[in-house]
């Protein structure tokens, strides 16, 4: 049976194509997903991402715990309401998930994770909280609807009360606030500017659909996904998992080593692997005919590797990808695309950001 | 349910075909096809003059989701391609029986076209699948 989000019915009088998302039924597109693309870069989209899993932290021990729990420290958080994105590792040093965690006292956090991990996630946060004095309560009685684009904060502000636009006033990127009923947070998946705003499910869909009067674009999860690839985002489970080292997702930026006494999980088999080398995922650019795609083998000179995430780049106009391959000092690499091999160029694997090209 | 025309001829690969009235026909590939498909990103076409022979795969309609081939339904020479589609490859998704055409072809053996289902039949080739 699958599960269904507050905004569903919104979803249906939309229109939207739906499709099964790891057991959610979530709208892919509202008619054209290269529209919705679109209206995020120049204008204004909105997302239901209500399926995600919230999960508060709460405790005299939820610093500690967390400490234990994630590669990123939440330690060098001190301000009110600031965010850290961090993997969660598992003893061999493969990414359990991926997650956002926002801090608001050393006894008081919230987490973010995904909603296609749910279950192993809430056994994993239990099972390493084990000999911690925390609280972990998952919190599904937010619906979360992410605005996203140039004009998103704008947008949004129209709803806003007095006391919501002042606390939202001076808020920098990747900060969250409760402000009366919504927890407002400068978070999103596009890499445009904008906001994820968690609401109560029973006010859930008149929000929503204040914002489509307000002239914010619904966007399926087609646009967020050739949206978070051009900004260079992972998507848990295609470009990394339980198997594959955060050193070989691009995810070695979000791995805090010092103070060297931090046994967080997976270190010690993250150290091994860190001094043995890993596998780089590196971005592809491809600006002849066709798309790369999820699967295609990748050569260079040092042994093969593989696309982990590929489509065609609504904003730049010819495909790009995101590859796990060996360590190189090329270039450029071969793709095998429909039985023939293609010369594509390396980059690092952020495309575009605020609406412009970073190639 | 899709718009099928009843004046188009069809094949089960979801290419359909129509009857210029002078030995060519107009070959693209269904609305249906093109709402499995999705947005088209690049559309790769047969080059005039080809010789095309029926269940070759000749063009490939590529969306975001996928690239998929396109079969020649009927076998002759290729006398004229779409070449909008090269800018403009969501035509497919807009005007998939009008501007969203793919190529014409002049027909080796017109009675080829006949095999071809109509309407109702690929109607129930659809609800098959």
Known sequence: MSNKTVLHPKHIEAGAKMVDFHGWEMPINYGSQIEEHHAVRKDVGMFDVSHMTIVDVQGPQAQAYLRKLLANDVAKLTAKGKALYSGMLNEEGGVVDDLIVYHFDQTNYRLVVNSATREKDMNWLNGVASGFDVIITERPEFAMIAVQGPNAKEKAATLFSDAQKEAVADMKPFFGVQAEDLFIATTGYTGEAGYEIMVPNDAAADFWQRLLDAGVVPCGLGARDTLRLEAGMNLYGQDMDETISPLAANMGWTITWEPVDRDFMGRSALETQKAEGTHKLVGLVMTDKGVLRSGQVVKVAEGEGVITSGTFSPTLGHSIAMARIPATAQTTAEVEMRKKWVTVNIVKPSFVRNGKSVL | ?129
């Open chain 2, 1 to 129: 349910m899709s718009n099928i025309p009843s004046e188009l001829r069809y094949a089960s690969t979801h290419e359909w075909v129509r009857d210029e009235g002078d030995g060519t026909y107009t070959v693209g590939i269904t609305e249906h096809a093109q709402e499995l498909l999705g947005d088209m990103v690049f559309v790769e076409l047969p080059d005039v003059d080809d010789e095309i022979s029926a269940g070759d795969d000749v063009a490939v309609a590529e969306s975001v989701k996928a690239a998929s081939d396109v079969y020649a339904p009927i076998s002759g020479k290729v006398v004229a391609v779409n070449e909008d589609l090269e800018d403009t490859p969501e035509l497919v998704n807009t005007d998939a029986f009008g501007d969203g055409w793919m190529f014409r072809v002049k027909a080796d053996d017109a009675s080829e076209v006949e095999n071809l289902l109509d309407a109702e039949g690929y109607q129930n080739s659809i609800d098959e699948d």
